[in-house]
């Protein structure tokens, strides 16, 4: 289990550009699945969950290409379908969470998909209902082997159907479209997710020529094809990573461009930050955050506490949550902080209260902040981090923080944000990885 050693209390300052967005990716990465012709994608972030997946397409026998740093071509022409019911598969499958969305794909494809539980963040239930009621209004046979935690689709056929998502799952709705894509006839997805992953991955099976329409809304339509062909897709930028680097530089009250941030898939974020008082400008694509030395909540227009909480897209990201909340800590004002998503993704304050920031829980969605507006200064402490989330919310507290803090199993850091200790660095942080 490797640590980061952290001196914090220092000013940075530079420029950063941000990964390619991890969420999009998975769900690019699987797409490829879909097609035996070639498919390019670029900007794909070297981080663990990425890694992981394309180790999986690769024993699947997709032929994997490393064309330069981040881009990567694949060619799914000759599968190997044993794999799946492999006991590699049940290991590998269940370390991440993006593998769930290997089932769409090749159901539609090869008829079959299997998956173990998969991975991902310990924040409460994550159920996978939403999935699987989809695949099945496709027409595909459900099983499910209780003892094993192995979900299993399959189907001669899939026909296209009406249907409405129980609720709008990202990684569901990503499955069911890829699933969709190959159905013979007509499917529409009401209550799909339309956050910018899911509009980017109908980009892409669109290229690849799949008919969508409805793309960025609630309501997909989508007209079966037999096949699908190759394309070359770039990945956005990732919008969590790009409200990570807006929390470093305002806790550690530095200037910071951020490069080439995409502002128009950034829906509420930027809103979100100006309500907790947070300078910023736009200057052309980038991102620059002055150094300020204080942020000051504003209240609702009534003068009660301002609430940030999370919804689906075009609401605000709950991955951003936990940033939100560790910024409060220094900023002048109260916010309270309801995560309605997840039920275990707030326990990490009590790592932010041992450093001395005042924070209530309020019961395990809701969090009230009472910022300190830096009169009095985080603790530098050793913690362990939780989830990915937490761990770069703990991570930017402990930039923060005088003296030197550790921050153990930080795996949970590197499943999502690239080679993160030497871009701190490049911008002047002292972080070890020991
Ligand atoms: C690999 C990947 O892409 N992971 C993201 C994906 O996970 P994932 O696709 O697993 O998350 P879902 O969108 O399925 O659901 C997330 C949670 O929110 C709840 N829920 C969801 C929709 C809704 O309308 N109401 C509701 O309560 C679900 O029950 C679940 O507890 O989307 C989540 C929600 O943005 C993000 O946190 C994850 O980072
Ligand atoms: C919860 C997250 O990831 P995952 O769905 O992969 O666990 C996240 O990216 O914040």
Known sequence: MASFKIEGGHKLNGTITPQGAKNEVLQILCAVLLTPEKVTVHNVPDIIDVNKLI??????????????????????????????ESPEFKRDGSSLRGSIMLVGPMLARFGKGYIPKPGGDKIGRRRLDTHFEGFTNLGAFFRYNKEESFYGVEA?????????????????????????????GTTTIYNAACEPYIQQLCKMLNSMGANITGVGSNLLTIIGVDTLGGCEHTVLPDMIEIGSWIGVAVMTRSALTIKNV??????????????????FEKIGDDI?????????????????????????????????????????????????????????????????IDMGAKVILCDPHRATVIGQNFESTLKATTMTSPDIRAGISLLIAALSAKGTSIIHNIEQIDRGYENIEARLKSIGAKIERI
């Not at 249907?163 to 190959?182: F, Q, R, W």
């Not at 003068?303 to 909480?309: D, M």
């Not at 609401?315 to 309270?336: E, H, M, N, R, Y």
């Open 55 to 84: 180790f999986i397409l690769g024993e699947l026998g997709v032929k994997v290409e490393k064309l330069s740093s981040n881009s990567y071509a694949f060619q799914a022409d000759e599968v190997n379908l044993g794999y799946l």
């Open 156 to 184: 001669e056929e899939l026909f296209g159907t009406d249907m409405l998502l129980d609720e709008a799952s990202v990684t569901g709705t990503a499955n069911i479209l890829m699933a969709a894509v190959l159905a013979t």
């Open 262 to 279: 995409s502002w128009e898939n950034l829906g509420q974020i930027p809103n979100v930050f100006a309500k907790l008082g947070i300078e």
């Open 288 to 352: 620059f955050i002055p150094e300020q030395e204080s942020y000051e909540i504003q209240n609702y227009i009534d003068g009660s506490v301002l609430t940030v909480s999370d919804a689906p897209w075009p609401g605000f990201t709950p991955d951003l949550l936990s940033i939100v909340l560790v910024i409060a800590t220094q900023a002048k004002g109260t916010v309270l902080i309801h995560q309605k998503m997840f039920e275990s993704r707030l326990f990490f304050v009590d790592k932010l």
